[in-house]
């Protein structure tokens, strides 16, 4: 709509914000279907389907005692598109994080940022072939953890 001048345009006519705020497209309908809460990321790591099996190539797989996932078994998979990415998450009870290579070369690094319910914020780094015990799955004694972001990089 136009003023009097002609000079100016309604905001209700205005487009939509090019700023992109980096929230988790379908975040919401996984929290509610997977109890998965996905809070933001570059795009490059994506929450995928578990695979069934041995052959994990090509997926992250995180490992929590929780009731949560695609199945609710407490496997939650992800997936890296390109050389590396981040993506933020809360992730409650984690024990195991598996970076998504199956042998030397293969896969992307981690770096995980983890914290307990206390309030204690660690970093861990998983090898782009391997796993690491975080949480309880590093000491049976310890506190759980919240796994809060993971970054991927090439090997």
Same mark, same amino acid.
């Given at each position: 709509?136009? *003023?009097? &001048?002609?000079?100016?345009?309604? +905001?209700?006519? &205005?487009?939509?914000?090019?700023?992109?705020?980096?929230?988790?497209?379908? +975040?919401?309908?996984?929290?509610?279907?997977?109890?998965? &809460?996905?809070?933001?990321? $570059?795009?490059?790591?994506?929450?995928?389907?578990?695979?069934?099996?041995?052959?994990?190539?090509?997926?992250? &797989?995180?490992?929590?005692?929780? +009731?949560?996932?695609?199945?609710?078994?407490?496997r939650v998979c992800f997936k890296v598109l390109g050389t590396g990415g981040e993506l933020t998450m809360k992730i409650p009870a984690v024990y195991s994080i598996r970076a998504d290579g199956l042998s030397a070369g293969q896969g992307h690094k981690l770096?995980?940022?983890?914290?307990?319910?206390?309030?204690?914020?660690?970093?861990?780094?998983?090898?782009?072939?391997?796993?690491?015990?975080?949480?309880?799955?590093? $000491?049976?004694?310890?506190?759980?953890? *919240?796994?809060?972001?993971?970054?991927?990089? +090439?090997?």
């Amino acid at each position: 709509m136009l *003023t009097a &001048q002609g000079s100016e345009i309604a +905001a209700s006519d &205005q487009p939509p914000s090019l700023v992109e705020d980096y929230s988790y497209p379908g +975040a919401a309908a996984i929290l509610a279907t997977d109890h998965v &809460q996905l809070i933001s990321g $570059d795009g490059h790591i994506v929450y995928a389907p578990c695979p069934t099996g041995q052959d994990t190539v090509g997926v992250i &797989q995180v490992k929590t005692t929780e +009731a949560i996932g695609q199945t609710l078994n407490g496997r939650v998979c992800f997936k890296v598109l390109g050389t590396g990415g981040e993506l933020t998450m809360k992730i409650p009870a984690v024990y195991s994080i598996r970076a998504d290579g199956l042998s030397a070369g293969q896969g992307h690094k981690l770096k995980a940022s983890l914290t307990t319910d206390a309030g204690v914020h660690s970093s861990v780094d998983v090898p782009s072939d391997g796993t690491t015990q975080v949480g309880v799955g590093a $000491d049976p004694n310890g506190d759980p953890t *919240t796994l809060l972001e993971l970054v991927a990089t +090439a090997p």
